[in-house]
C-alpha cells in the first residue's frame, strides 16, 4: 500500500544550525510534493511545492530536494531560528491525485 | 483577505447527536476540501468539491458522514449520528484550482470536536 515515512521523532537542534527532515514514500509514483508548516491549534500553511522532474527548490532559508530513485524528499531550514519551531508535514499526489500527507515531524530550535 | 473560515472552533457533544461543521471559503476559489486530522491517523482528505460539486468522496469514513457545497462561499459537514471515535480536529482548505490538485491548499483553522 502507498505510505509516507516522516521522522516521527522530534527534532531538536541549536539555534543558527540547519535543519534537515525527511519525507520517505513507498508504493507511489508522485508527480509533486509539497511541504506545510503547521502551529499548535491551527491548520498548514503551505511552505513550497517541488515537481517530479525538479530536483531542487528554494525560498528564502527554505530549500528542498525531491530524489525520485530514492524516492525521498529533504526538507532544509537553513540559520534555524526558534521561530521555525513547527510541526512540518509533507504531502504528495500524483498528477490529478488527491493530496495525501505524511504524519509530520516536530520541530524544536532552541536559542 | 480573512482567509478560510470555519465554525465552530471547538464543539462538544454526546454520543448520538448531529454536528454540524461550517466552512467559508476563500473568495474565488473553486475547490474545496474537508480533512480530519487525528494523532494516530494524522491529516486525512474526506471530500474534495469543485465549482460547489463534489469530486471525490472516498475519504469519507461511512454513512454518517455527509457533506455540501450549496454555493460557493458555503459548505458543510455534516456528522449524523456521532460517535466518540469521530473526535478530531476537521479541517477546511480552498483552492484556486481547476480539476487539479497541484494548486496550494489554504487552511482554515479547524474546528475541534469532541463527542463524548
Known amino acids: 500500500s502507498q505510505k509516507i515515512e516522516q521522522n516521527s521523532e522530534a527534532l531538536n537542534i541549536q539555534e543558527g544550525k540547519t535543519a534537515t527532515l525527511t519525507c520517505n514514500y513507498t508504493?507511489?509514483?508522485?508527480?509533486?510534493l509539497q511541504w506545510y508548516r503547521q502551529d499548535p491549534g491551527r491548520g498548514p500553511v503551505f511552505l513550497l511545492l517541488i515537481r517530479e522532474n525538479e530536483k531542487e527548490k528554494r525560498k528564502e532559508r527554505l530549500k528542498v530536494t525531491f530524489d525520485t530513485t530514492l524516492k525521498q524528499s529533504l526538507f532544509h531550514i537553513t540559520a534555524s531560528q526558534p521561530a521555525d519551531s513547527a510541526t512540518y508535514l509533507c504531502?504528495?499526489?500524483?498528477?490529478?491525485?488527491?493530496?495525501?500527507f505524511g504524519q509530520g515531524t516536530e520541530l524544536s530550535v532552541k536559542p | 483577505d480573512a482567509g478560510v473560515i470555519q465554525s465552530p472552533r471547538h464543539e462538544v457533544t454526546e454520543m448520538g447527536q448531529e454536528v454540524t461543521l461550517r466552512c467559508k471559503p476563500i473568495?474565488?476559489?473553486?475547490?474545496l476540501f474537508w480533512y480530519r486530522q487525528t494523532m494516530m491517523r494524522g491529516l486525512e482528505l474526506l471530500i474534495y468539491f469543485n465549482n460547489n460539486v463534489p469530486i471525490d468522496d472516498s475519504g469519507m469514513p461511512e454513512d454518517r458522514f455527509s457533506a455540501k457545497m450549496p454555493n460557493a462561499s458555503f459548505s458543510t459537514l455534516k456528522i449524523q449520528p456521532s460517535e466518540p471515535r469521530d473526535s478530531a480536529v476537521y479541517f477546511c482548505?480552498?483552492?484556486?484550482?481547476?480539476?487539479?490538485?497541484?494548486?496550494?491548499?489554504?487552511f482554515g483553522p479547524g474546528t475541534r470536536l469532541t463527542v463524548l
Open positions: 508504493n507511489y509514483s508522485p508527480a509533486y
Open positions: 504531502a504528495l499526489a500524483n498528477q490529478g491525485g488527491k493530496l495525501i
Open positions: 482548505a480552498s483552492s484556486p484550482g481547476t480539476s487539479e490538485y497541484t494548486d496550494t491548499q489554504y
Open positions: 473568495s474565488g476559489h473553486n475547490s
